[in-house]
Structures are given as C-alpha cells and as structure tokens.
C-alpha cells in the first residue's frame, strides 16, 4: 500500500527500484519460455532473444520518461512481433510500459497512447493479414483494461496526496491558533500586570508622600495617628495587589497544563483552546467599590455610580482594569489636593459605557492623566485601556473634560455580532 500511495515521479531510489524491476521482468520472461513451447508462434532464436532483452531496456528510464520508454519497448517488440515469435514473452513488459503512461501522466495523453497504439496495431495486422484482424480487437481489450487500472491508481494517488494535504493544513491551521491563543494570553497578563503594578505603586507613592509630609510639616507636633493611618493603607494596599498578582500568575504556575499545550496541538482546536486558557477569575464590576476605596485613601474624592447588571465577564473585566487605569492616571495627575473624581457605569443600547472624569489639572498637552507630561516621559496608560476596550469590541476616548480636568469614556458591546447573547 505504500508504494501504491507514494507518487512514482517522486519515489525514492526510483531509478534503482526501476533497475531492478526491469531485470526481474526480464528473467520472468526467460522463465516461462519452457512453458510457451507448444503455444502460439516459433521459438525465438539468438535475434529474437535480442530483441526481447533489448525491449525490456527502456523499462529502466518508465517514470523519467514513460512515453519515451513505451516507444523503445514498442520499438524492439514490434520486429519480434513481425518474425513471428512466441507472443506471450512480450506481454509482461508491454503491460508494465502501458500501466506507466497510464499512472504517471494525464487521462488525455493516455489516451492519445491508447488511440496511437491500438490503430497501428489494428491497422498493421489488418493490412498484413484478414484472419488476424479478429484477435488484435481482443487483445485491443487487454490493452484498455491496463490504462483504465493505471488511470485509477493515478486518481486513487491524488484523492490520497489530497487527503495529506489537508491533514497537514489543519495541523498548521492548530498549530497558529494554539500560537495565537498563547500570545493572546501574554498579552493578557502583561495588561494585567501593567494595570496592577501602576494601580499599586501610585497608591503607595502617594500614601507614602502623605506619610512624610506628617513627618516633616511639624516635627515639634507629630500626629503619631495620621502617620500611623498612612502606613496602615500602604500595608494594605501591598496586601491587595499582592493577592491580584497572586491571581494572575497563576497561568505561569500551572506548568503540567502549559506543557499540555503543545501535546495537544494535534488534538483539535477544542483540545488547543482548552489548554490555553488558563486564566483564573477575572476582575469585575463587583471590584469598583473596592477601587473606589483606594481612591479615596489616597486622597481624591471618588463619585461611583454604577446601573448595570448581568455583564458578561469579558466585558466586566475590561471595564474593571479602564476604570483601575483612569483613577491610577487621576490621583498621579490630579494635580490638586482635593481632587473629585466622578465615575459612572451604565448600560445603554446593547453596550456598558463607562465614564470616569476628574476636576485636576493634570494632563493639559491632551494626552490625558496618567501620561501626561507632569511625571516625566509618556507612558502606556491610554494605550492600554483603548486596547482594553478593543479586546471586547469597544471603542474608548480620552481628552480634556467640557469644563475642566480630563475625562475618558469607553463604550464596551455587551455581544459581538454572531455571538449568542
């Protein structure tokens, strides 16, 4: 089965399978003339022998050249065939020759073989002899029978060659979904991350800033409390982003999973997806609450209106980490001590929209808290919620607010279109 599968032209050590394929067919032929002597025809002679050898010859070149090969074996046989010797001797290499047009090339130019060899076949003995005319049409019969089996086998070939190809296609096909979800995943805990750590640090940074300005405004009068309450927040809001980062990396931890991904690469796209997604729960808009608490520890005044229920998990943790971000970028670039900072969820035709504006003075050059060019250099701030927001098939803008201070509204579809909602 294999070497009925494998395709001839490009077989391995063909040529030398070929040589050897020839020289068995010629002894076959040698073989069996003890068992010819009583048939049809004389027995051949020293030119007769010959020329048999000789037809058998081309058989070594039948896939480089079948066509060419055909003609040689015809082109020997055809003078045996005239002195009248056995004409069975032939048959096996004529059969082999005929069978390699067929499997080998297109239905058209075997049958433009087919059409050559049976007209001057019929035609010759017609000519040379009435009575013979008969017996070419049954042999005519043989010879179509080969080319038909020939024929099939090249199209059992290429059903076979097609069903490889698409296997391998669909194992590419897993292999770059299984990639792609992966990256998608890194991408998901690096924004995690990214939220998490700047979310965090700001918070300490000011709370530790609160911490010393009690420490260095009055020496002489230390409000032991206040310092006290500054250092409490910041052990509590380490504890808090040290069970989130807790959290999302746990996808790293689960290393007999991770390792599962690439054993089940060929085990179909559900097996791939399956293995990929190893994230743990994700933030919502059960968590505003507890940013707003943050918020408002760290001095700004934080405003949260919420209205919408039944959020998709998805579209609950992108909202989560946009809001995370602006009250990040807020409290950093307030730029004023009694920062208010309004935040609004609600849902409206078919989408949750959010809205988080604050009345500070940071960000004026337009590119809004939290990149603006009050702290140093630009950051990734609004680069990341508006990828937030796309990773759900949102939109988010960000710009200086109607009276004062910056805002950032994002509008988050609660279903994609061709999802169920």
Known sequence: MSAINREPLTAPHRTRNDVVLALGVAVLAVAITPL???????????????????????????????????????????????????????????????????????????????????????????????????????????????????????????????????????????????????????????????????????????????????????????????????????????????????????????????VGVGADLGAGAGSVSGAVDLRGPLPGIDGLAGLAETGRVAGAKVELSVRADGIPPSVGAAAYRIVQEALTNAVRHGGREDLTVRVGLWTADGALRVSVRDDGTGGDDGTGGGVGPSDGPPGYGLVGMRERARSVGGTLDAGPGPAEGFEVTATLPLSREGEVR
């Not at 058209?108 to 007209?119: F, S």
């Not at 260095?216 to 409490?232: F, G, H, N, S």
Request: with cysteine; proline share 4%.
């Open 36 to 258: 010819m002597g009583g048939g049809e025809g004389i027995r051949p002679g020293h030119l007769g022998w010959m020329l048999l050898l000789a037809g058998h010859l081309p058989l070594v070149w039948r896939r480089r050249r079948p066509v060419v090969a055909l003609l040689g074996v015809v082109a020997c046989m055809a003078p045996y065939y005239a002195f009248d010797y056995n004409p069975a001797l032939p048959v096996p290499a004529i059969v082999l020759a005929l069978y390699t047009v067929a499997a080998t090339g297109a239905v058209r130019r075997t049958l433009l073989t087919g059409v050559a060899i049976l007209g001057s076949t019929v035609i010759s003995n017609g000519i040379t002899d009435q009575d013979e005319a008969l017996d070419s049409l049954e042999i005519s019969g043989w010879i179509i029978a080969v080319l038909f089996v020939g024929i099939a086998v090249r199209y059992y070939r290429l059903y076979v060659a097609s069903i490889v190809e698409r296997a391998e296609r669909a194992e590419r096909t897993r292999e770059e979904e299984a990639r792609r979800r992966v990256a998608e995943e890194r991408l998901r805990i690096a924004r995690d991350l990214h939220d998490l750590l700047a979310h965090s640090i700001t918070l300490i940074g000011v709370q530790t800033s609160v911490a010393a300005h009690v420490l260095t405004a009055d020496p002489e009068r230390l409000d032991r409390k206040a310092v006290a309450q500054a250092l409490d927040d910041i052990a509590g809001t380490c504890r808090i982003a040290r069970g989130e980062l807790r959290t999302t990396l746990e996808v790293l931890r689960a290393h007999d999973t991770v």
